[in-house]
């Protein structure tokens, strides 16, 4: 009885400090409560759902593939295969699988780059964008190339203004830095867009063929598991 | 070699990162953020850890800050100088200035975070609560050196099987990238599933809980460092709150803060592993001293 009040009593306690944080204008750190609470669904799920070893398996190429995309681009901003990699996973495997693969993606090539304040961010931005990916293109009818690559495009800005969010609330503040960081950071939202276009008009045939025949072959993660 | 701070208790040391990120976002002051700053820094350089690229960006970083905050911002009152008929005044350079030192500050115990959390400790701190989730991760760090080798394989191959001497058009370069991309992933995804089946046939998920083991004993040492952090800690918040010594700087602008307790509350936090490691000097030199 005891065990199972721990977690609901915890997560009112972080939502009462964030408040008063709130209140007192201590917005940064009211804004990694936040990110952090918004794992705990996913993680929670992820670590009481039944799993086979393959499903978890998957998961992590798949995080791993994303990953390893971003740590040879360092150097080039924005320009990476990660966010392709977890649309993809997104689009075959679901929302949630797109979530975990994201976020997971960004802790484990910060662990090889480097982790910071911002690693919080990225893996909610990321996990944001796979979650988004299985919500949209939920049905196969709607997978169609036009749309993908709009979705692609948008991912890009998207992406990028939640991570200048971080900056704007870390370093300044009012309205107008926040429409100054989203201008100042166009260019570079521009090159991961059009990097995530190119990506899917190259790749997504032959990676969506690679995902799906292993998805129905051995019948993982899909929403009806009739031979799983 | 392992000393001082390295050698706690990984929860301990992760508490004390934690806690230190939070008093830096927290305490918006600029002569108790520049306290803490120089304690940090100063640890970086005992902990040696790889600044010489990092501190040119972490410092243009927080010139960015300082830099752009006043003509970002127009509030306060006294008006230091017009850029392009927009007032530039002293109380938003006082405010990015703090902005810079705390942002600054973060980065830099994120530093010593990389040195000091190593992803073992990592997984010694999360595998018993969330073990799948800390499997997750322990296998990709295991599959990106792994899939990094596999690439550097895979080209090589592709390479030997073309004629030397003959120049290749752009086009066909183009086509083999393509190609070598689209082979290491339907690769790697067969290969997990291999390792998947292989796991399974080890009798992975057979039991219900997985167990992991590291040698971490909790010590007396490790007790009283966390008696000692939770202290400083607790009684540099409780001052900030207690006497509510957040100012508003486009209000009333900058004085220092009315309870001078603070700065040496604060200072004992962040001077923490500056002072276990010196500790551990003391020893050691008066070791060789006796013999």
């Known amino acids: 009885m005891a065990k199972k009040l721990i977690l609901p009593v915890l997560v009112i306690g972080v939502l009462v400090l964030a408040y008063t944080l709130f209140l007192e204008k201590y917005y940064l750190p009211v804004s990694f409560l936040i990110i952090l609470l918004s794992f705990l669904p996913f993680l929670l799920r992820f670590e009481r759902q039944e799993r086979g070893a393959e499903e978890i398996l998957l998961l992590a190429i798949l995080a791993s593939v994303a990953a390893v995309g971003r740590v040879p681009f360092a150097a080039l901003p924005s320009v990476q295969p990660t966010t392709f990699v977890i649309m993809m996973t997104g689009i075959v495997f679901g929302g949630e699988s797109g979530f975990i693969v994201g976020a997971t993606a960004a802790l484990v090539s910060n662990l090889f780059l480097g982790q910071g304040p911002y690693t919080p961010w990225q893996m909610f931005a990321w996990g944001l964008l796979g979650l988004l990916s299985g919500v949209l293109f939920r049905s196969p009818s709607s997978r169609r190339m036009p749309l993908l690559c709009l979705a692609g495009f948008v991912y890009g800005f998207l992406f990028g203004w939640i991570m200048d969010t971080w900056f704007v609330l870390a370093g300044f503040g009012g309205a107008e830095s926040y429409l100054a960081a989203y201008a100042a950071s166009t260019l570079f939202n521009l090159n991961h867009s059009i990097c995530n276009v190119v990506f899917l008009l190259l790749f997504y045939q032959p990676f969506y063929r690679v995902l799906e025949r292993v998805k129905v072959k051995y019948g993982l993660l899909s929403e009806n598991r009739f031979y799983s | ?291």
């Open chain 2, 1 to 291: 070699m392992q000393t001082g701070f390295q050698n706690l208790n990984p929860a301990v040391s992760f508490v004390y990162l934690l806690l230190a990120v939070i008093l830096s976002m927290v305490l918006l002051d600029p002569l108790l953020l520049m306290l803490g700053l120089v304690f940090v820094f100063g640890w970086c350089l005992l902990e040696k850890c790889a600044l010489d690229g990092s501190l040119l960006w972490i410092t243009g970083t927080g010139l960015f800050v300082l830099l752009l905050n006043p003509l970002l911002n127009h509030r306060g009152r006294t008006v230091l100088f017009y850029f392009f008929e927009n007032p530039v005044t002293l109380e938003s350079f006082l405010y990015g200035f703090t902005a810079a030192v705390s942002i600054m500050t973060v980065f830099l115990i994120f530093m010593v975070y990389n040195r000091i959390i190593t992803p073992d400790k990592f997984m010694f701190l999360f595998s018993k609560r969330l073990p799948r989730t800390s499997l997750l991760i322990m296998m990709c760090l295991r599959f990106i050196p792994a899939l990094q080798q596999q690439y550097r394989e895979l080209s090589g191959v592709q390479r030997v099987k073309h004629p030397v001497g003959r120049k290749r058009r752009r086009r066909e370069t183009l086509q083999e990238a393509f190609r070598l991309l689209t082979l290491l992933f339907s690769g790697a995804i067969c290969g997990a599933i291999e390792t998947a089946q292989s796991m399974r046939a080890r009798g992975y998920g057979v039991y219900a809980r997985r167990t992991g083991w590291r040698e971490q004993r909790l010590t007396a040492a490790d007790l009283l460092a966390s008696v000692y952090i939770l202290c400083t800690f607790l009684g540099t918040i409780g001052l900030w709150y207690g006497f509510d010594l957040k100012q508003d700087f486009f209000q009333t602008g900058w004085q220092p803060l009315g309870q001078p307790a603070i700065y040496i509350a604060a200072g004992f936090f962040y001077a923490f592993p500056i002072l276990t490691e010196g500790v551990e000097r003391l020893k050691w030199s008066f070791s060789n001293w006796n013999s």
